[in-house]
């Protein structure tokens, strides 16, 4: 039995899902049940999916630069579906590279603003996001 419902994907016009290819492979080696959407999904095609799979979270990946844009106003959306609790989580370039550098602590922020539980450069392990996705769901090892 799996330990939690994950949803994953790369999330808006971005087609880079290496990444989210890989934290699937791992979360499913953890023991989650991952439903892995692939690369140049819409907001809804994540919602939709969360609740099709009565998902503990949603995993956004973004690669390209764009994830503030693509990513604002998603948690309204799990809202308007009943989905208000779920956690969300974004990870890879999700501004620009400069940005990255120079202002992670304000885009860490604006992620928080936009609802999501964590927000991740790219340079974070599948071990970082496993152990935080116990942490948040209350799993035991």
Same mark, same amino acid.
């Not at 989580?89 to 590279?97: D, I, Q």
């Given at each position: 039995?799996?330990?939690?419902?994950?949803?994953?994907?790369?999330?808006?016009?971005?087609?880079?899902?290496?990444?989210?290819?890989?934290?699937?492979?791992?979360?499913?080696?953890? $023991? @989650?049940?991952?439903? @892995?959407?692939?690369?140049?999904?819409?907001?809804?095609? @994540?919602?939709?999916?969360?609740?099709?799979?009565?998902?503990?979270?949603?995993?956004?990946?973004?690669?390209?630069?764009?994830?503030?844009?693509?990513?604002?106003?998603?948690?309204?959306?799990?809202?308007?579906?009943?989905?208000?609790?779920?956690?969300?989580?974004?990870?890879?370039?999700?501004?620009?590279?400069?940005?990255?550098?120079?202002?992670?602590?304000?885009?860490?922020?604006? @992620?928080? $603003?936009?609802?999501?539980?964590?927000?991740?450069?790219?340079?974070?392990?599948?071990?970082?996001?496993?152990?935080?996705?116990?942490?948040?769901?209350?799993?035991?090892?």
């Amino acid at each position: 039995m799996p330990i939690g419902n994950i949803v994953i994907g790369t999330i808006g016009a971005d087609a880079h899902m290496i990444g989210a290819w890989v934290l699937q492979k791992a979360l499913t080696d953890a $023991d @989650f049940a991952v439903t @892995f959407l692939g690369a140049i999904v819409p907001q809804e095609e @994540f919602v939709n999916a969360a609740i099709e799979t009565n998902a503990d979270a949603i995993l956004v990946s973004s690669m390209y630069g764009m994830g503030i844009i693509d990513c604002e106003g998603l948690r309204e959306k799990c809202i308007e579906a009943g989905l208000g609790d779920i956690l969300l989580y974004a990870g890879g370039n999700v501004a620009a590279s400069l940005e990255l550098d120079r202002n992670w602590p304000e885009i860490e922020q604006r @992620f928080r $603003d936009m609802g999501f539980n964590r927000v991740y450069r790219n340079t974070v392990t599948v071990a970082e996001v496993i152990a935080a996705l116990k942490a948040d769901l209350r799993i035991q090892d």
